[in-house]
């Protein structure tokens, strides 16, 4: 299930992401840094960092559950420590541990040359559609 998710009407709409194509076992999203994504200062606001990440981890892992199941994201730790005032940011999502009902991701939040601008990690629980 590599299927880009259908993001119309949502909150990853209205931010402009994308879901960009897994490589190397990891998974990747694009957000624009624009008038959607800025805090007051026109640099990229925390907040759409984490939702960033918090989709590309969810996505991720709603790729690896079975039909009966689905994530929810139980806990999410973020440290930035860079920014950004244009460009696009690309998302890395790195599974740490895939368990039966938990799934631990490593999120980096990069910049157009590659410079970490936030680190995420975000544990995703996965709940049974018939809980």
Known sequence: MNKSPDFRNTLMEALGMKILPMQNGKYYASMPVDHRTVQIQG???GGASIALAETLAGYASSTLCSQEEFPVGISVTANHINTACAG??????????????LHL???????DNKDILSTVRITNYLISHNS
């Open 88 to 101: 696009t940011v690309i998302a890395e999502a790195t599974p740490i541990k895939l368990g039966k009902r």
């Open 105 to 111: 991701w490593q999120v980096d939040i990069l910049n």
């Open 43 to 45: 640099c990229l606001h």
